[in-house]
């Protein structure tokens, strides 16, 4: 859909309403800004170092004297915009400069090169998370260039390591604010977007702010046994023992989580939406809830909403054909429902395996942070809500959801009861593929990277 002005906000919705309109051609002109996604930023020094220096784009950000920048951890970065009204609580808004490895196999163009094809911008990072990132320095620059002052103080914080679970960017960063006694109002990541096309039979695309999010258990599993050779082979092997159990795992599901909380909300809101007689299921729950219920586990994306889910990532044993291994090794990621807990999941688990000889090694864990509020009273939330129909007036939806990942979020969760993902890019079904181990192949329309005007509530 074409139009004149558009929002490349990327989490930086809340900075910006009430200033005049940039138009979509001068944010594509400046080819400084289409720069990040040319850097890998895969975590080598090297790369870090090139995305540190790619931020000098904004040289107003860096200069102006109501702005403090600081450098955490070698490479994340935190800036702190000081409101002229000390009495309004912060906010924050986040962005991570790392990407997931990006190997030139199955892309269309080499994944670095940031190269715009058939109305794509294709690039690792263009939908995680350099768009965001680039988007809130360019939103601040512009802001300043037209004397902007916010009347509350904001911080802003670009992690460098998400990807690798934000130990030396977002949780050092989060420890600094914490020892400075600072508590947020809100804070606002990446984590979901404007759907257009993924739900049959739902025509207009809606927005979803993601109040929730998921924990985290990478669970190792083993078994050692007594090697052997293969013309004399054991009743079990170690290969054989933990098929067995992973098999167990995959084909028993963790309990249907689904019930009153921000996914059931969001299908009674979007419920009009919809023709007969799915219109009347979910206008109903009261009396179709355990129908809804059993629809959602049958596609696996909806499925995710419902459930803690278990995938089978890693698979390690043996080292000649004619050799049974002492040692088989099974890496289990678990995506932990929100209403769920580490400890619980690890006890559901061991009960499926349900097997002495074959062991449990937590190799890293989080519980999922508590549900962030969005009802009527909550701030960040109505912000974000209202500003996404003021940006995009042909959204007529705004629904609360749960991220089915975690993001660097989590570690400020300290801070603040209001954690918000939002991303405001229309994200469809052509905007990527999964194509391989973890590749997938990124690509943004331009239209979403176009830079466009936001008013900014009184508040801001």
Not at 73 to 78: D, I, Q, V
Not at 300 to 311: D, G, K, M, S
Request: charged share 15%; hydrophobic share 45%; glycine share 6%.
């Amino acid at each position: 859909m074409a139009r004149p002005y558009i929002c490349l906000l990327a989490l930086a919705a809340m900075l910006l309403l009430g200033v005049a309109t940039i138009s979509r051609s001068r944010g594509l002109r400046d080819k400084a800004h289409q720069s990040a996604p040319r850097i890998p930023s895969q975590f080598s020094q090297e790369e870090r170092v090139a995305m540190k220096e790619a931020l000098k784009v904004f040289p107003t950000v860096f200069k102006t004297s109501f702005i403090r920048h600081e450098v955490v951890g070698e490479y994340s970065h935190l800036f702190t915009v000081h409101g002229s009204d000390p009495s309004l609580q912060p906010y924050m808004l986040l962005a991570h400069i790392d990407v997931v490895p990006a190997p030139d196999e199955g892309w269309d163009v080499p994944p670095f090169s940031g190269l715009e094809r058939n109305g794509f911008i294709y690039g690792r990072g263009t939908i995680d998370n350099k768009n965001s990132l680039m988007g809130i320095l360019q939103a601040l620059e512009l802001l300043l260039i037209r004397n902007y002052i916010p009347r509350r103080s904001f911080f802003i914080a670009l992690g460098h390591d998400e990807e690798v679970m934000g130990v030396n960017g977002a949780q050092k960063i989060s420890a600094l604010l914490q020892a400075r006694g600072v508590q947020l109002a809100f804070i606002v990541d990446e984590g979901s977007f404007i759907f257009d096309g993924f739900i049959p039979g739902l025509k207009n695309p809606f927005a979803m702010v993601a109040v929730s999010q998921k924990g985290l258990i990478n669970l190792m599993l083993q078994v050692n046994t007594t090697p052997g050779h293969s013309s004399a082979p054991p009743k079990e092997t170690s290969i054989g023992i933990l098929t067995a159990a992973v098999n167990r795992l995959e084909q028993t599901p963790m309990p249907n989580m689904f019930g009153d909380g921000p996914t059931k909300m969001a299908l009674q809101e979007l419920a009009n939406e919809f023709s007969f007689p799915t219109n009347l299921f979910l206008s109903n729950m009261w009396l179709f809830r355990p129908l809804v219920s059993r629809l959602m586990e049958r596609n696996f994306v909806t499925n995710a909403l419902v459930r803690t889910t278990t995938a089978l990532t890693m698979f390690n044993s043996g080292i000649k054909v004619n050799v049974i291994p002492a040692v088989a090794q099974a890496i289990v990621n678990f995506r932990i429902h929100p209403a769920q807990t580490v400890q619980e999941v690890l006890k559901l688990a061991k009960d499926i395996v349900a097997d002495d000889r074959v062991q449990f090694h937590v190799l890293n864990a989080f519980d999922p942070p508590p549900i962030s509020p969005y009802d009527d009273q909550a701030l960040g939330y109505q912000l974000l809500r209202q500003t996404i129909q003021s940006v995009f007036p042909e959204i007529n939806i705004v629904v609360p959801g749960t991220c089915v990942g975690n993001t660097d979020s989590r570690h400020y969760s300290n801070l603040t009861t209001g954690i918000y993902l939002f991303n405001p890019l229309y994200l469809q079904p052509q905007s990527f593929r999964l194509d391989g181990d973890h590749q997938m192949i990124e690509r943004n329309l331009v239209e979403s990277e176009a830079m466009g005007a936001v008013p900014t509530p009184s508040s801001l």
